[in-house]
């Protein structure tokens, strides 16, 4: 498959499903495209491992909101370099999806064997690293590159990782006897219930140390700050995500290391307000404008702009800019938010004695509204006919 299928599709959903229609649409393609079931498919395990990496997005709120704002480039599946043979990851997968099935434990050991993956003692890949990065909100709008210093672990120089003093070596744990998993009875009335969790004594490393290594105390790792340049693109919001390949903490025992994600927040702007790719300003006009209509320049962020103000603009009318808001790149081209303007009037706190003597002479000219002044003479009226003397 040379050309990457939109999730929704690969799924056969729509972009509207719910969290179950998801999980059920996963569930029967998994079902149908298993290597496990179709040995002698490559089209197949394709299509699994395809279907996988749809479910991995989908199923996560947070890179499903940004798959639907930013496509693929705003998203990055754990699943989209995992091979057709490769369980160690999709395992977990499968084991979470199929816990709330009655059947689940005899499902998962049809796909894997009837057994779960024991612990590795070969090279382990690094845990990936979560941290957030708060940008301005023009640096959000325009794009921008930053510097910034990742906390990592590296590997403890003097242990080599192992987490033991030098010329001591860690011990298999003779609890989970090197797995890093101990089986847990339960009695219950006639019912017995036998369940796999971490090693109680070795917390699931399989092994032990007795004497720690005094730089690292144990743990085999060093905490270092890593420089890293960091390209953000235009447009881009709070909660956007940027995923630095090999840029998280070191593998073990030659492992390769994880990734990095930088979670963007951006700064609110003392003007501009963001909704979507709209942006949303308030603007004061002065009260004559509202009623005679005219011409304003407004700083848009992308410039200046002429802005007309219609006739009879009433309190709390919206002003659209079409193609003026953010402007962002997805995978199905430029896309284009407005610049919407609500307007309000503005009253002077202080007037000239000049203006003041127009306004006088304004307000001799100006009558009620014909409509109320009708009414008030009807219910001054009313009123004297009716009037009660005591």
Known sequence: MSQKRDYYEVLGISKDASDSEIKKAFRKLAMQYHPDKNPNDPDAAEKFKEATEAYDILSNSEKRTAYDRFGFSGVHSDFSSVSSGDFSTISDLFSSLFRDDFRGDDLFSQFFGGRRRSRSSGPQKGSDLLMNFQISFTEAIYGTQKIVEVPIKKECERCKGSGAQEGT??????????????????????????????????????????????????????????????????????????????????????????????????EPHSFYKRQGDNIIVEMEIPFPLAILGGEIVIPTLYGPEKVKIPKKTREGNVLRLQRKGIQRKTQYGMNYGDFLIVVHYSIPERISEEEKQQLIELNKIMKMPSKQSKLFDELIKESKENKVDY
């Open 169 to 266: 070596q860690p011990k298999k744990c003779d609890n989970c006897q090197g797995s890093g998993i101990e089986t847990v009875t339960r009695q219950m009335g006639f019912t017995r219930y036998i369940s796999q969790q971490n090693c109680s004594k070795c917390q699931g490393k399989g092994e032990r140390i007795d004497k720690p290594c005094k730089e690292c105390r144990g743990s085999g790792r060093s905490k270092e700050n890593e420089k890293l340049k960091l390209e953000i693109p235009p447009g881009v919001d709070s909660g956007f995500r940027l995923r630095i390949r090999n840029k998280g903490e070191e593998g073990r025992l030659g492992g390769p290391r994880g990734d990095l994600q930088i979670r963007l927040i951006v």
